[in-house]
């Protein structure tokens, strides 16, 4: 019984995918995902999107809002519970690993201002770039404009509010860099 309910998550999971307009490559897995795609989404080949555990408890998403926004994702990417908010513009390179509960959003959704018609303008908006072999921890935030580099690892519950060279670890609120990644 659980490999026929395995078997409807996938049919349920493409079914959405093509329906909402995504593009995907040569594999993918998951089962309950929220997709809300206004933009463009792009997934590479062997990409995991994962609700853990069963969509009770983190809920894996991708959300474009506007005809200019895009969501890339390499290949052999695995988002687990993963939530992403795009305005502008969300890349993520190959090989790449997100916890449960990680939120990645490159707008701030409202402008900040005691002023009624400053804080009614549009948000601001600043694309999100991370590279490949990234490993992001569970309950991390990725905020607007963030670069993250290459082989970098983001400890479980941080906010990374800047940009973050390759072969590190960060950590904390904000993300500093606590090591770097040798050989």
């Known amino acids: 019984m659980n490999k026929l309910l395995k078997g409807w ?3 349920f999971l493409y079914l959405k995918v093509i329906n909402q307009g995504v593009s995907y490559g040569k594999s993918l897995r998951g089962n309950r995902v929220v997709i809300s ?21 983190y809920i894996t998403g991708l959300n474009t809002y506007f005809k200019d926004s895009e969501i890339i994702i390499g290949n052999n990417c695995n988002l687990n519970g993963t939530m992403i908010h795009c305005n502008i513009s969300v890349k993520i390179g190959d090989y790449c690993m997100f916890g449960p509960g990680t ?20 948000a601001v908006r600043i694309p999100i770039n991370i590279g490949n072999n990234v490993w992001v921890g ?3 935030l990725i905020l607007k404009g963030v670069k ?5 690892i983001v400890a479980a519950h941080s906010v990374v509010t800047k940009d973050v060279p390759d072969n590190v670890i960060v950590g904390g609120n ?10």
Do not use: F, Q
Request: no cysteine; hydrophobic share 30%.
């Open 148 to 152: 993250i580099g290459n082989n970098s």
């Open 138 to 140: 569970m309950n991390s």
């Open 37 to 57: 795609n206004t933009g463009k989404i792009v997934l590479g080949d062997n990409v995991s999107l994962n609700s853990y555990p069963d969509g009770d408890l």
């Open 9 to 11: 998550h996938l049919i």
């Open 174 to 183: 904000p993300a500093k860099i606590i090591k770097e990644l040798k050989d």
């Open 103 to 122: 939120k990645i959003v490159d707008n701030d959704s409202h402008r900040v201002s005691i002023d009624i018609l400053e804080r009614r303008k549009p």
